[in-house]
Every structure is written in structure tokens, then in C-alpha cells.
């Protein structure tokens, strides 16, 4: 549960990957500090609704982040809607899998394109704005995937290094622009991907869905899926005040997964 405040009033946010999970609950928590949204999705039902919940205070576009076209159409909606772009969250994100032997040049491209090369055509998008404003925040949602490796998801793992590793080189080279650019990299999150991931393993396997859900909450020491509220809270302190001198880093959200 979220606890209102005022922290960001009137802040234009700008949330990818919007739609669901991980990026709705940012949107969530963000207008509960008293921030404007847009909210991007490729599916646009999915972001009308959410963005139906605070009409006064969220607005919502469709676009495939890899497309550097619907990228500037959509950050021009969201400025006529908002105003200056003051904070982004590079929350959209796909994950695939496959040996790597049978990951062909397309899923390796798909997996940069929207990972990666997504991330990086947004916050050039936005950080202008936040140049002449001196003054900005901007969070990519990475993963532990960020910062360790995983077998079967070569291409994702390689997309989402890329991700801390743009966040780091752009963190120094704002650093005295009034910008901060961190990264939050949540474990196996209770999303929809999740959930069909857990699906998968079930009809390749036989397993049952306890057994399935288990192989993801093996890795936490906490034994449990984190959930996107605890995410979205990590997300909503970096945009605040109070988080002004963190500036490249790579938040793992993951119950300690990353030091057994």
C-alpha cells in the first residue's frame, strides 16, 4: 500500500512499458506523489485503463519504444498533454528464452531492440527537457539479469547488461546537470511474464504449478516472487528528494538473491 504525499506535485513522469505489472504500479505510486504520468504501451487499451483511474493526472500513449518515429510522436503527445518532461522510467521490456545455440539473429535483435536500444531512444527523447530545466530523474528498470548471468536467456541477460551499462555512462556524464540516472534491477517479479513463464515450464514439464512457481523462488533467500508494488516503492524514492546524491547505481530488488 502506497502512502500519498506531495513529494513530486506536479512533476511531468513519463512511464514505458506502462500497461501492466511492474510499470503500472509505477504509474500508480508516482501520481500518488502528486506527479503527472504518461503512460506508454505498445497495447493501448491496456494504458487507456489504467490511465482512466486518475484521468486528471495520467495520460496515456501508444508506442513501440524500439521505433524512434513513435518515440518522438509519443513524447510530443505527452509534452502537449503535461508539459516539460521531468522524470522517465525506462520500465518496457521483453524476456525470451532459448539455448543459445537456437537463438537466431532475430531474437537476439528483438531482445536489444526493445531492452536496450528502447531505453536509450526515450531518454533521448526526454532528457532535454530535463537539461533545461536542470533538473531530472530518470530510472531504468533493468534486472538481476543486469548483474549476474542466467543460462537459456543469453540474449535478454546481454540486453539488460547493456541497460546498467548506459545507465552508469550517462549518470557521470549528467552528474553536474542536476540529473541523476539510476537502475532498479527487481528478481522474479508476481507479473504477467512471470506468470507465463511459469506456464511454459508447466507444459514442457508436466510439473505442477507449485513446482513450477518454486523453480523461480528457488534463487530468493526470502522464498517468495518479489512483489511490483516493492518495485514501484524503490522507483518512487529515487525520484524524490531525498535520493539526489544516488546517482549510478544498480538497485537489486531481489530479497538478497544476488549475494547467496
Known amino acids: 500500500m502506497h502512502v500519498a504525499s506531495n513529494t513530486l506535485q506536479n512533476c511531468h513522469a513519463v512511464v514505458t512499458g506502462g500497461g501492466q505489472g511492474i510499470g503500472a504500479a509505477i504509474a500508480r505510486v508516482l ?21 482512466a483511474e486518475q484521468p486528471q493526472q495520467m495520460h496515456a500513449v501508444s508506442v513501440d519504444v524500439a ?5 518522438q510522436a509519443a513524447f510530443a503527445s505527452a509534452r502537449q498533454r503535461f ?17 543459445f545455440l537456437k537463438t537466431d539473429a532475430a531474437l537476439w535483435n528483438q531482445m536489444l531492440a526493445v531492452n536496450l536500444t528502447g531505453t ?6 526526454a532528457v532535454p527537457d530535463m537539461l533545461a530545466a536542470r533538473w531530472g530523474r530518470v530510472v531504468n ?19 539488460k547488461h547493456g541497460v546498467v551499462g548506459l545507465t552508469r555512462a550517462l549518470a557521470l556524464e549528467f552528474a553536474k546537470k542536476g540529473l541523476t ?4 534491477c527487481p528478481g522474479y517479479t ?21 513446482q513450477a512457481r518454486a523453480e523461480f523462488t528457488a534463487g530468493n533467500p526470502q522464498g517468495r516472487l518479489v512483489q511490483a508494488d516493492e518495485v514501484a516503492d524503490t522507483v518512487s524514492w529515487l525520484c524524490g ?10 538497485i537489486a530488488v531481489c530479497g538478497g538473491e544476488l549475494l547467496v
Open 83 to 99: 508539459g516539460p518532461i521531468a522524470i522517465l522510467i525506462n520500465n518496457a521490456g521483453q524476456a525470451s528464452s532459448a539455448p
Open 190 to 210: 508476481e507479473t504477467d511474464i512471470v506468470r507465463d513463464s511459469i506456464a511454459n515450464v508447466m507444459a514442457k514439464t508436466g510439473r505442477t504449478e507449485e
Open 120 to 125: 536509450m531512444l526515450c531518454t533521448q527523447a
Open 67 to 71: 521505433d524512434a518515429e513513435q518515440v
Open 241 to 250: 528528494p531525498g535520493a539526489s546524491a544516488i546517482n549510478g547505481q544498480s
Open 141 to 159: 528498470i533493468a534486472s538481476t539479469a543486469g548483474l549476474t548471468g542466467y543460462a537459456y536467456v543469453a540474449a535478454y541477460c546481454a540486453a
Open 181 to 184: 540516472v539510476n537502475a532498479v
Open 31 to 51: 501520481v500518488a506523489h502528486g506527479a503527472n504520468v504518461t503512460v506508454l504501451g505498445r497495447k493501448l487499451e491496456a494504458v487507456q485503463a489504467l490511465a
